[in-house]
């Protein structure tokens, strides 16, 4: 793939990747599993909804629980670095004959709800209520002591048409996985605004999906005793892949699944990419290490199952290539 | 100091220190401190006791929390390799006209209560009631993750003294810290009889008193973890000394106070000390780094402070060498 | 202080605080310290003067050590977004009366050389050599494993008139100290482009003089074990304060002075500062645990000592407010 | 298994489990992968044999790689308490008819090498040659940071016969697997002589072969990290199993394979043992936690490879049970 230059002078400006919204089916099910086990700090709470931050956040949530006939996607949030810039963003999507609205949205300002090509639902806002940072509140650190949000993974049909739109919007690349076809094709990208390797990620695959959320801990010990807590309080079985280092990203990562097969990944310790002269990083789809890069293959579930957007039609990839799977 | 050969064959067999009793004038602040923050398992509770483990720990209780009117500690406790050997100890205590009895204690077996040439209280018993292990109960692991009693640490008015009689009971030497006159001083020294650095220490000061009791974590990072803890929940002026790295033992260290002022360490990472020809190592009193590797002094508390053992009379140390202390 | 509005619009881009000029008296102890010792990577070298880079590092170098008759610091390098923004930056200082030249500097792009209002000396660039990334090549981690250059710390006479300049030039700030009189005075402040809490900072002293420049660890332990390692290979008393955990920017941290006195701070774990409506966190000068969270002060020589910038003569700071100092 | 009393009056007093001797058929490969990625200390070296100790060990080696035409394992190296239980071993082994030799051992003193009951070689010595212990010589830790040797596990045909054998000898058991028969059979056992886990473990299979021996580390961290290093360095391959909580011993592990085959586990965090009622700890061979507490199986190689001991005849298990194997 030609890298495309990055778009400095994006149409609005997005600050970071902020919250989602899980459709859940069991509110208290869920709460067990994000509070009690993985520690994160409930901001708010109703019969319909349970709002969720880590120790670091001041923005009152960044995941939202809600209580849903069937598992799955509300909502993708950003942050927009002002009042204006969700005005132009309204306008780029109106021009580009992608639907708008202005829903009230509890606990945040203004906000425009969207979708991109694929009908994957965004919503973007530049002000959000303010909770308590319990960041040196220690004596709340529980679990996995989750620190903030850092990131959001889906599947598109068309890696590359994803890669074009979020491009415009101004995400940076930072590393990408493609076919080692004489022309190659883009696999996966990894793209950013706050200046770590991503606020969003493609992959290909039967989508628009959510793949996972990330969620930022400061120590890979931290990752390893919510393996040692899942694993002896009755959520072996969540325990998806990992823990392990990526290749991409260089991060500390494991994936776990909550009760509605929601994917989380808990990760750490990537590096810094707000250099404008930063060039991306290429992986082939074949490198055994790109995934884990101690070797390990993701399982099958990992490139198959993920999470559908409320109300999304879901098309299969033109791509075919395959990724190396566990057996 | 001419070190002496480790007696190997001990009058009775000591297995290691494994429990103290601290008399604390308010059983609900002790326990704000000890499970709240700390985290400390309780194994019982009554009006009077309260009794707690780490998560390893089988034996019931390795810190025993008792309501008295003044702080004091009551008992150190030393588990035996069988009954028999409660009995050799029975008899060699009597025949050096040691006080003698066999009080009933709580949720363990027969038990010798005794005391050293100094009047410091001993309790040896071989069985006591065993508790689950939550080793593997990872969501029980809170505060510091405490996992295990290490080791009990006192002044002594007498370190030559001190370290003869527990020579003579097996106790083996690891460390010593001696004056650099002509003719050297035992300033302190560091006997175990479990296979790591110590199970009983003695320092030159007033005493008997116990100066300090281990609790061992299984990182390094636990122990900065209870710092930020503390720090932030009302108990940083509870932090004596350190974090740090000791030059003795090796062991990254804090020591902290309980309400009633009773020392703690927080100590993990020492080494280990089974071969029969391990060499002793040793100290100058006036090696900087003998303290803290990292040259940091201890504070004039640590050289001063300390727990009286209930109804046993103090006396000053004949020697009157200087640490060095932090201003 | 009144809390001034972040400037979204700056005169030019600055995208993050990128390296700066040693002189040193012996580049051969210099290079033992900072090479062997620390584990930093010589990306070149040469009789006059060592390019070192972190394990992450893709610009050809964060710290240049350069042979000097005197320990001074030659300049302090800000990497910009374009070659537009070094144009409009000239222009931006030109108008400000400020000096501006274009000296060639080995393995960089065109190169403003400027300086703030107190004769701060400022290098401004664009582009620079790229080295290979060793993030990936874990056997090249050595001593601290130090992964990128953070920030850059100074004395300022006046923190009131540091902060109005580089909040003009979009500095933004995460968290300051103020005097607790009626009419409080600005004792330090941290300011950002990159997104955590700080790239520049200012503290309230003889100035202007570089207090320390930070670098990044991927982990506390790392910090740990360089503590060990210095403190058992001859470098103890360079070990100036720490480690600890700071209040301000949440951060763990250890200072240590280089063998010319230059202060290096080893950094780890602070927080996300992206957000356009984040407020500033304020503390008090007399708050014990602003400095180091645990409570400990630091000493005398953090307060006092600094590195004079070549050429530029010093003054005494109008406001005598007295820090927490260990006696 | 009716698990049998320990025996606390053993014919002979083993201290530890201390070194093994592989055969490898290059050094200078074997020694870039012990010295140069894992970081083991060389205490000697010649033309046939390198000798390697970890930071903490004064005992002269822990591992002697000998030149060899076929990777094979020459000796099993336990510690004994004196030269008085070097001769009482000596009569035991002949008493019960096993061969008994006393070669001249480099580095140690009088050697009795002798052979269990299925031809699996031992020697017993009581004095090695005591190197300087680098435990507080930091800059000398590199790669995985091993501080010392912790066991040695082998295969067996017969799990009860090794156990009946090495409890007579004083091995006390602290965890075991066992079939889910009516009459259970044993399928493998942990058991110690120097107060954790084991000393020596044996698994179910065809033997006598070395399975593992096992390096202590002192943080997870360090194995993390040599999971990093061994991935891009040429090793990846080499990374057998892990890294991951194992259920029995509750231990942190890797398991890799040397240039030769023989496997390393890299361990650390297990826990107390010496306490004489100490009960030990059952699992089922169908439990998916007893081998990865977080659930993965082990492969295939892990059940079936290992190292043959020279000369030694193999015989195939009668127990033919079936342990959960990664596909």
Chains 1, 2, 3, 4 share one sequence.
Request: glycine share 6%; proline share 7%.
């Amino acid at each position: 793939m030609p890298v495309r230059k990055p778009n400095f002078e994006p149409p609005f400006n997005i600050v970071r990747a902020s919250h989602v919204e899980f459709g859940v089916r069991d509110l208290a099910r869920a709460r067990a599993f994000y509070v009690d086990c993985l520690g994160l700090i409930p901001s708010d709470d109703d019969n319909e909804a349970l709002y969720l931050r880590g120790v670091e956040e001041r923005n009152h949530h960044s995941i939202v629980l809600r209580r849903s006939r069937v598992p799955e996607i509300r909502a993708l949030g950003f942050k927009l670095a002002s009042e204006e810039d969700l005005d132009r963003a309204a306008t780029w999507f109106t021009r580009h004959n992608l639907p708008t609205s202005f829903p009230d949205v509890p606990f945040q300002g203004r906000t425009l709800r969207t979708a991109d090509v694929f009908g994957m639902p965004l919503d973007f806002y530049y002000r959000m209520d303010q909770s308590e940072s319990l960041l040196q509140k220690y004596a709340a650190y529980k679990g996995a002591r989750i620190q903030r949000i850092d990131h959001i993974n889906c599947f598109t049909p068309d890696v590359q048409a994803s890669y074009d739109f979020y491009s415009e919007l101004g995400f940076r690349l930072t590393e990408y996985t493609e076919t080692d076809d004489r022309d190659p094709q883009l696999w996966a990208v990894w793209m950013h605004r706050k200046g770590n390797v991503h606020d969003l990620a493609f992959t290909n695959g039967n989508g628009p999906r959510l793949h996972h959320i990330g969620l930022w801990t400061a120590s890979a010990l931290d990752i390893l005793h919510i393996c040692d807590v899942m694993a002896t309080s009755g959520y072996v079985t969540n325990m998806e892949r990992g823990p392990g280092r990526h290749g991409i990203s260089n991060a500390f990562f494991l994936y776990i699944r909550d009760p509605d097969s929601h994917r989380i990944e808990l990760f750490t310790s990537d590096y810094l990419t707000v250099d404008p002269d930063l060039q991306p990083i290429r992986w082939s789809l074949r490198d055994p290490q790109r995934q884990t890069l101690w070797g390990q293959p993701a399982p099958k579930s990992w490139f198959e199952e993920g999470s559908a957007f409320a109300g999304v039609p879901l098309a299969e990839p033109a791509l075919a290539a395959q990724p190396i799977v566990a057996r």
